[in-house]
């Protein structure tokens, strides 16, 4: 079993920048996919960015705003979020995948086995 804690959420204006951070629990951490996705009231959870081994993917809307790592030493995630926008107000909600995921496999949330509860990003205009 894994769990994952997600903090770093928060309040900010546009143009400014956070950083998430997600804290797995587990011993396999490394070997996992790990996947940053959000939701805003009234939509879909969509995805936003991966980490699968040393491969990186993006949402368009955040290509060049955003950067997932990880640091498999210490079994965390995390996603620098700078420029934001009004429109990445939501909830980010940090998994992981228990296999290696590649290309258009990273985006989907069925591919992923465990979530966290979320934390809230608020950008105000």
């Known amino acids: 079993q894994v769990q994952l804690v997600e903090s770093g959420g928060g309040m900010v204006q546009a143009g400014g920048s956070l950083r998430l951070s997600c804290a797995a629990s587990g011993r396999a951490f490394s070997g996992y996919s790990m996947g940053w996705f959000r939701q805003a009231p009234g939509k879909e959870r969509e995805f936003v960015a991966a980490i699968s081994w040393i491969d990186k993917y993006y949402t368009d809307s955040v290509k060049g705003r955003f950067t997932i790592s990880r640091d498999s030493a210490v079994n965390m995630v995390y996603l620098q979020m700078n420029s934001l926008k009004p429109e990445d107000t939501a909830v980010y909600y940090c998994?992981?995948?228990?296999?290696?995921?590649?290309?258009?496999?990273?985006?989907?949330?069925?591919?992923?086995?465990?979530w966290g509860r979320g934390t809230q990003v608020t950008v105000s205009s």
């Open positions: 998994a992981a995948d228990r296999h290696y995921c590649s290309g258009s496999g990273c985006y989907d949330v069925q591919t992923y086995d465990y």
